[in-house]
């Protein structure tokens, strides 16, 4: 959900501002406007590369860099949500405001987790806020996805593994190379971010570009909008095997056509976002992007702080809590 701070400051949002924080390339976050300015993360601008072309005022500090703007001391923190990500904690008029935006704690084999922002308010996303989202190490996720590929290798049949195309699927490149001992052909817009991710110094080990060479591979990974039971037929008729494919999510019980569902999520789970807020120790706490109103009842029963929902248009401008 964007955001209005006070100041001029707009985050993940395409509002006129004078400053616009960008957390991360996704994009329901990822947002362009017409700011006099935007700031984000290096690796995030290199990921919007499409949608910033030749913008001027594009701010890249590095994480824990302090910006002066205004009368507000802005710096960018690690999320560990996908490359570049980016929480935000911005000091004004003595108070201290974070936004975790799209994070997870737990770290993967191509990221660290989330830092822990300690503030007076904190803007916590509560994507999985409900007590029965609780995740298995990823570790423990990448055994058992290892331990289904090479089964269904044994029988035969061509791996197709789905995720999203920024983020889960430069995961699963990795995850290919280091637990299945497999170089994967992955999809055109794959192939884009996992060179950026390259870049930036992440190493996802060896992978090819979708071309025509399916009847070569023993594994793909394409973006997981594009799971359908067309494409899986689509894909055993040109690998010339039968297909077994698999969704990389948290959300295991929505409804993936003939595929096995992993949990491998890159937001927090409801034991996540608990101990951020235990860590934080803010005065108060504002849920947004999920089940905000559950989320924030639950805070006010077992934490005894003060949280309330950010999901009505006037509270996203903050201007009553900060």
């Known amino acids: 959900m964007p955001f209005c701070f006070p100041g001029g400051i707009a985050i ?27 700031m984000m993360s290096a690796a995030t601008k290199a990921l919007l590369h499409m949608k910033i072309k030749n913008r001027k ?13 205004e009368n507000s001391r802005i710096s960018l923190h690690d999320s560990g949500h996908i490359l570049g990500s980016a929480q935000f904690l911005i000091e004004s008029s003595g108070q201290t405001t974070a936004f ?14 989330a830092e822990i922002l300690k503030a007076d308010t904190l803007v916590i ?29 044994r029988d035969k049949k061509f791996i197709v593994l789905f995720g999203y195309a920024l983020g889960k699927a430069q995961e699963l490149t990795k995850f290919a190379n280091e ?8 999809h055109e817009k794959i192939y884009e971010n996992n060179k950026i991710y390259e870049k930036f110094g992440t190493k996802l080990g060896n992978y090819s570009m979708l071309d025509h060479n399916l009847s070569e591979g023993e594994m793909l990974i394409m973006p997981a909008h594009m799971l359908s039971n067309d494409l899986l ?41 608990m101990h951020y807020i235990r860590q934080a120790e803010p005065k108060t706490v504002l849920t947004t992007h999920g ?32």
């Open 233 to 273: 037929q689509i894909i055993a008729e040109y690998s010339k095997r039968p297909v077994a494919s698999c969704v990389a999510s948290g959300w295991l019980f929505r409804n993936y056509p003939h595929s096995k569902v992993f949990p491998l999520s890159d937001h927090a789970d409801f034991l996540q976002l």
């Open 100 to 113: 975790t935006n799209d994070f997870k704690l737990q770290g993967s084999i191509i990221q660290k987790g």
């Open 57 to 69: 005022g594009i701010l890249t500090p590095e994480f824990n860099e302090k910006i002066e703007f």
């Open 179 to 186: 637990f299945c001992g497999i170089s994967p052909i992955v």
């Open 125 to 153: 996303e509560s994507t999985f806020g409900m007590p029965e989202y609780a995740f298995p190490g990823r570790n423990e996720v990448y055994a058992q996805m290892a331990s289904w590929v090479k089964q269904n290798l």
């Open 291 to 322: 089940f905000e109103r559950e989320f924030a009842n639950y805070i006010r029963r077992k934490l005894r702080i003060n949280a309330r929902a950010l999901t009505e248009q006037k509270q996203s401008y903050l201007q009553e809590f900060v």
């Open 12 to 38: 993940d949002s395409s509002a006129s501002a004078r400053l616009s924080l960008i957390s991360h390339a996704h994009s329901d976050h990822g947002k362009i406007g017409n700011a006099e300015q935007h």
